[in-house]
């Protein structure tokens, strides 16, 4: 079984430019969550999808927005770049949204913002 | 709200000896608690999980964490250090059953 995969593996952005990055899920899971982890910190949670609908919510603005397809691959859109956006973007799919399924993460997008 | 509190964001070790992870957390409800690896460019792989049963948990490469309650920590241990588990290893709380909440990470170093 494929794991979850993630797509660019590096970019370079300018101060207020978009990007959008993306994540296919692991075979047979219907929910994604994108985690953002800046340098020697954490992930913290954005958003997560759950059958196409976003389900919750971590403490970012709106600027960061979400999609999630039927076939249950994801977009993480970021307008308005700012210099604090250059992290490392996760997506982690599960079989289910209850947390104690656990989740399987991708191996990321490296994103700075110049 | 729920939050990680990491003791310790390096800890080294020799090759052979005891690994002690340290994770405190706090929690309005009871928690579903996860220690993570990453390794260097990579994303995080799951080591092992506490969701209910059995407060003793037995995960991959020989690790395993213990849910104390009382204490409220959930301490990662592997008896014998490997040089392959340099990395840096994160524990988690789960918050409003959907999103994990990480510590700060523990960077483990391992000299032979």
Same mark, same amino acid.
């Given at each position: ?22 994540? !296919? @899920?692991?075979?047979?899971? $219907? ?6 982890? %800046? /340098? ?32 249950? !691959? @994801?977009?993480?859109?970021? $307008? ?6 250059? %992290? /490392? ?26 | ?112």
């Amino acid at each position: 079984e494929t794991g979850v995969t993630q797509s660019p593996t590096h970019l370079i952005k300018t101060r207020g430019q978009q990007v959008t990055l993306r994540c !296919s @899920s692991q075979s047979g899971h $219907n929910t994604v969550s994108w985690y953002q982890q %800046a /340098l020697g910190q954490g992930p913290q949670f954005i958003f997560q999808y759950y059958r196409e609908e976003e389900n919750g919510r971590g403490n970012f603005p709106p600027r960061f927005s979400g999609l999630q397809f039927p076939n249950y !691959s @994801s977009e993480l859109n970021v $307008n308005a770049l700012e210099l604090d956006d250059s %992290a /490392l973007y996760l997506c982690a799919s599960s079989p289910g949204q209850a947390i104690n399924y656990g989740y399987t993460f991708g191996s990321g997008t490296r994103l700075t913002v110049v | 709200a729920q939050s990680v509190t990491q003791l310790g964001s390096h800890v080294s070790v020799s090759e052979g000896a005891l690994v002690l992870l340290r994770c405190n957390y706090s929690s309005s409800v009871p928690p579903y608690l996860f220690w993570y690896v990453q390794y260097p460019n990579q994303g995080l792989q799951l080591l092992l999980k506490y969701t209910t049963g059995a407060t003793l948990v037995k995960g991959i490469n020989g690790f395993e964490a213990e849910f104390k309650k009382s204490e409220t920590s959930f301490h990662l241990t592997k008896p014998s250090a490997h040089m392959s588990d340099a990395a840096e290893y994160f524990c988690a709380v789960n918050q409003a059953g959907t999103a994990l909440i990480f510590g700060k990470g523990t960077t483990l170093s391992v000299s032979s």
